[in-house]
């Protein structure tokens, strides 16, 4: 169990630019879910995996917001035409199947907009 | 429309003292109730709660949920200065079928030598 890794760890780039983000689950987790946490605030839920399927999208997931899971394993987070509201920390999780069963998050990736 | 609610938000308190953080909720279908750590980089796991009056326990830490009162509570005996974080309570529901967590504000713990 090598855990949840998120690439970069830090991003900083300039108001309009598009960036993307990586996450690689744990191995043998199907489950996989975007989050977004900003100061002082709990993580929010973006959106969920299971396998390569995207089952749920929060409304906090506007049209610049797109991810990707292809054959099920690492995920992929972009934003396009970033704006300074999108800096926050976007954390990755993943589970194994059954309920009820606890996210394990990774370090999460830290977006400043500038 | 379904909460959870953390207080206090935030707690200061001195190494050796006893800390007790909140967590209610309002959850239609509830599930489940999580309590994870988290310092400055990811949360970490520490308990999962489905059943009433059941207490979990590890070291230090302990938690219990009550059903009827819609309430889960965490208690750190004997803080030290690395249980300083901030203490989040998270909720899964029937309601979805992807085991997603919605997560309260957390509660900052600050723990003095």
Not at chain 1, 7 to 35: A, M
Not at chain 1, 63 to 82: M, N
Not at chain 2, 14 to 20: C, I, K, S
Request: aromatic residues 10%; proline residues 4%.
């Amino acid at each position: 169990d090598t855990g949840v890794s998120q690439n970069p760890r830090h991003k900083i780039t300039k108001r309009g630019q598009n960036v993307t983000f990586r996450c690689d689950p744990i191995s043998e987790h199907n489950r996989l879910y975007w989050y977004r946490q900003t100061l002082g605030q709990g993580p929010e839920f973006l959106t969920y995996f299971q396998n390569e399927a995207q089952l749920e999208k929060s409304r906090l997931l506007s049209d610049r917001f797109s991810a990707e899971r292809p054959k099920g394993s690492f995920s992929t987070l972009e934003i396009q035409r970033t704006e300074q509201g999108d800096s926050a920390m976007y954390l990755c999780a993943s589970s194994a199947g059954g309920d009820p069963r606890p996210l394990h998050f990774g370090n999460g990736t830290r977006l400043t907009v500038t | 429309e379904d909460k959870v609610v953390q207080s206090p938000l935030s707690l200061v308190v001195h190494e050796g003292d006893t800390v007790t953080l909140n967590c209610s909720y309002e959850v239609t279908n509830f599930r489940s109730l999580l309590w994870y750590k988290q310092e400055k980089k990811a949360p970490t796991f520490l308990f999962m709660l489905t059943s009433s009056g059941i207490e979990k326990k590890s070291g230090r830490l302990s938690s219990i949920l009550d059903k009827k009162e819609l309430f889960s509570i965490l208690n750190i005996t004997a803080t030290q200065t690395g249980d300083s974080a901030i203490y989040l309570c998270a909720y899964s529901s029937y309601r979805s079928n992807t085991g997603k967590l919605i997560f309260g504000q957390g509660t900052t713990l600050q723990v003095k030598p």
